[in-house]
């Protein structure tokens, strides 16, 4: 029966500044830095060894992952990094704070862009270009709905991750909450209206348990006083 942890990176400095990120590269707070190490904390209580862990191309999440990593002895485990773990790509409000832009479009609107499946932020007018993805021949969205983010994030997960929890080898993935909503739709089985009710906060693990068949068994969410909430069912 493998296990799966997921994770969402610490605060970085977009997320205490209260501005939209996507693909912009910010850096970890010093919060954020302390979220991962109590991550690393509860994570090593519950002695999961870990064969592989996956993260974006964000240094807030492959930071994270460090932190983890060292705090559970398992720095040794080969790190994944690729571009489909990445935040969804917000266009034009990246960049722009949460609260200007909701006076702006009102709280329906923007909870719709933020939260909805289908829903797509304002584009980009311009594409954007940097080499890490250049050298990949992979095109920066000029935005993405979650629902994009899933179609891009779903293959990534079928052809490494999935194959390595059947051969019953735990894994962790370190990402972020757009990605991870995407992910947990999935795994869940989410329709596509109730996952605007869904929020990923910073730095709390959920570990997933699976049968021979990777359906979800068990899902627990792992809190930083060393308490959990699980929520058992038989299939996805």
Known sequence: MAELV???HGQSQANRD??????????????GIEQGEMV???????????????????????VTTDIILAAINQLYIPVHKTWRLNERHYGALSGR????????????QLHKWRRGFKDLP????????????????????????LEMTLHRLLPY????????????????IVAHGSSLRALIKYLDGIPDDQ????????????????????NVIKKTFITMDGETDDNTRTSK
Not at 40 to 62: C, H, N, P, V
Not at 97 to 106: A, F, L, R, S, T
């Open 97 to 108: 704070n949460k609260d200007e832009v909701k006076q702006e479009i009102g709280a329906e």
């Open 157 to 172: 997960w079928e052809d490494h991750i999935a194959p390595r929890l059947l051969d019953g080898h735990n894994q962790l």
């Open 195 to 214: 996952i605007d009710k869904v929020e990923v906060p910073n730095g709390k693990p959920i570990l997933y348990r699976f049968d021979d068949h990777l």
């Open 40 to 62: 690393g904390k509860e994570l090593q209580k519950l002695g999961i060894q870990f064969s592989d862990a996956y993260t974006s191309y964000m240094q807030r999440a492959i």
């Open 18 to 31: 209260n501005i939209f990120t996507g693909w912009t590269d910010v850096p970890l707070t010093p919060k």
């Open 122 to 145: 304002p584009q980009l007018k311009t594409r954007q270009h940097e080499r890490r993805y250049d050298r990949l021949g992979v095109k920066i969205p000029l935005s993405e709905s």
């Open 6 to 8: 997921i994770v969402r």
